[in-house]
DNA sequence: TGCTGTATTCGGCATTGTCGAATGACTTTC
DNA sequence: GAAAGTCATTCGACAATGCCGAATACAGCA
C-alpha cells in the first residue's frame, strides 16, 4: 500500500483513474471546462482528455454544451446516485427511525456515511414546521466539523482517524475544531455514545448525532438532528434530545444487527 | 457513427465502457453482486472485472460488502449526482417557477431532461398539501408514457425520435401508447403547446407537461404537473391547468434565453 | 485575410490492461 | 474430517489498447 492519501488515490487503471478525476474536476468547479482546461488541470494531453470525455459523454455521465462545447456533469450521474440510494440498507433502515427522531426532537434529521474526508448526506428529513428548507441528500459535510462525523470517526479504526486527522483540517469558524482538540473529543463520544458540533461548520448552527454499527460492530454511519444553536443547545443540556438522538441510533443499529454498543456488552 | 444504440452503447475507451456497464449493472439489480456473478452478465474474465471493481472502489463509485465479498454502488456516486444538480442550469432557473406552478395547480411539479430512452427527474416540488410523498429528484420516467417526455419528444429532432420509437415501447399499463399513436400524438403536442398523460405509466396517475426550450430553440427539458387522474383530468379539461404548465414551461424557456415558442414567431 | 484560440482526427509506438492459470480462503458434501 | 466444490484474489506474459505528437478543422477576432 504505498499511497495513502484518500482524495486523488492512483487506484489501478489508468484509464479509469484518469475519467475520475475528470469528474471530480468537474463537479468541483463552479463552471463548465473545456477540454484544453481539463488538460491543463489534470497535465495530461489534449487529445487524451479529449477521448476520455467522448465515451463518459457516450454514457450519459459528462454532457457537452452545445455553443461553448465545454463539458459538464451528465445526468446519468444522478440516476446513478439514486440507484445508490436505493440500495442503500443504511438508508432504508434509517427511514422510520428518522422520521420519528425529527418529530420527538422538532428539529432536520440527517444520516450519513463516510466517503473520504467528507460524510455524505444520505437521509434527511425536514424539520417538522413546513418552511421552505432545501434537501440536502447527497451533499458534502466536513467530518471534522459536524456531529456525525465525529460520532462515526469516534468509533473508527486508527488507522482511519490518522489518515484524515494528518491533513491540515480547513477552519470553517472560529470555533472549528484542529486535529488535536478534534481527538481529544473521541473518549468522551465513546463514554457518551454521541457527538455534539456547536457553531463548528456554520455559525449559528449546531448538530448531535450518534453512531450507527453494523453487524460487525464497525461504525457504518451516523443519525443525528441538526438546528439553530440556540434552539438546539439548550434541549441537549437538557438531555432530552441526546437521549432522542441515541435512541435512534441504536434504533438503526439494531435493524442492521448490531448486537452490541458503547457501554453495552450486548442489546 | 457505427453505432446508434443508446442502452449499451461503446463509446471508446474499452475499460470505461467496461466499468461503466459495471455500474450500470449494479444500479439495475436489487442485490450485491459477486466479482463472478458480475463477469457472467458481462462476459469477461474474472480478473478483468476484479481489476475494475478496484480501481471504482478506491475512487468511491462501489464499494465491497464487508463479510459477503460482494460489491454495491458507493457513496461516491450520490456526491457526483448531487454536484450534477447543482451545477444544472435548467434545475436552478427552474425552482422559483416550479414552486409557482405547484401553489397554482395545486399539485405536484416536476422538472425532467431526457437521457437515453428515460426522463430523470432533476427537481421535483410536493403537492402544497402536507401528507408524506417521496422525492423523486434522479428517478427516471419512461419518455412514452409520460408527459415531460412527450413534451421533449414532441420537439425533438426526427433522428432522436426515430432511435426512440424504433424499439418496442414497454406497456406499462391498459393505456400505455404504441409508437404509432405516440408519434401521432405528437402534432397536436406542437400546437397546444404541451403534452397530455392519462393512466399510461401508473393507473390511476396523470400528467401534463410543457417543453423548455434553451436559446438555440431547442427542446431541453419539460416541466409538468403530476397527480391522481380523477383530480387532474378536469381541470386540465377547464383549461386554467394546461395554462398554468404552459406558463411555467414559457417562464423558464425565457430564462434561459429561448426567444421563440410554439405558434409564437418571437417572444 | 491572416492570426490565435479552440475542439477534433489520425496513426505509430510502447504502455497498459487483459485473461489463463495458480493461489488462498471458505463452505458444503459425503 | 478429508475432499470437492464455491468464491475472491494474485501473478505474469503477451498483445491489444489507449496514449499523445503532429496534423486538421473550425471558430472568433483584428
Known amino acids: 500500500m504505498p499511497n495513502t492519501a484518500h482524495s486523488t488515490r492512483r487506484g489501478g487503471i489508468q484509464s479509469i483513474d484518469r475519467a475520475a478525476r475528470i469528474l471530480k474536476t468537474l463537479a468541483s468547479g463552479p463552471r463548465r471546462l473545456g477540454v484544453t482546461e481539463l488538460a491543463q488541470r489534470l497535465e495530461l494531453a489534449v487529445p487524451t482528455v479529449h477521448g476520455l470525455l467522448q465515451t463518459l459523454q457516450a454514457h450519459g455521465f459528462v454532457?457537452?454544451?452545445r455553443d461553448s462545447d465545454k463539458y459538464q456533469l451528465g445526468a446519468g450521474l444522478l440516476q446513478l446516485g439514486n440507484s445508490y440510494l436505493d440500495l442503500n440498507e443504511l438508508r432504508g433502515r434509517s427511514i422510520v427511525h428518522?422520521?420519528?427522531?425529527a418529530m420527538r426532537a422538532d428539529a432536520a434529521v440527517r444520516v450519513g456515511v463516510m466517503h473520504g474526508p467528507s460524510?455524505?448526506?444520505?437521509?434527511?428529513?425536514?424539520?417538522p414546521d413546513a418552511t421552505l428548507q432545501i434537501l440536502e441528500v447527497g451533499a458534502q459535510l466536513p467530518v471534522h466539523a459536524s456531529a456525525l462525523g465525529k460520532a462515526i470517526l469516534a468509533f473508527s479504526p486508527d488507522e482511519v482517524v490518522d489518515d484524515l486527522t494528518s491533513e491540515d483540517l480547513p477552519r470553517?469558524?472560529?470555533?472549528?475544531?484542529?486535529?488535536r482538540e478534534l481527538?481529544?473529543?473521541?473518549?468522551?463520544?465513546?463514554?457518551?455514545?454521541?457527538?455534539?458540533?456547536r457553531d463548528e461548520a456554520v455559525l449559528g448552527e449546531s448538530s448531535v448525532?450518534?453512531?450507527i454499527f453494523d453487524h460487525l460492530g464497525h461504525a457504518v454511519g451516523a443519525i443525528g438532528v441538526v438546528g439553530d444553536t440556540e434552539r438546539l443547545i439548550p434541549r441537549t443540556i437538557a438531555k432530552g434530545l441526546a437521549a432522542a438522538v441515541t435512541e435512534a441510533?441504536?434504533?438503526?443499529?439494531?435493524?442492521?444487527?448490531?448486537?452490541?454498543w458503547p457501554g453495552t456488552p450486548a442489546a
Open 98 to 101: 428518522a422520521e420519528r427522531l
Open 183 to 197: 481527538r481529544a473529543e473521541f473518549p468522551g463520544v465513546r463514554e457518551r455514545g454521541f457527538a455534539r458540533e
Open 209 to 211: 448525532a450518534g453512531p
Open 172 to 179: 470553517l469558524t472560529g470555533r472549528t475544531l484542529g486535529a
Open 249 to 260: 441510533a441504536r434504533g438503526v443499529s439494531r435493524e442492521l444487527g448490531a448486537r452490541s
Open 119 to 127: 460524510v455524505i448526506v444520505v437521509h434527511h428529513v425536514f424539520r
Open 63 to 65: 454532457e457537452q454544451d
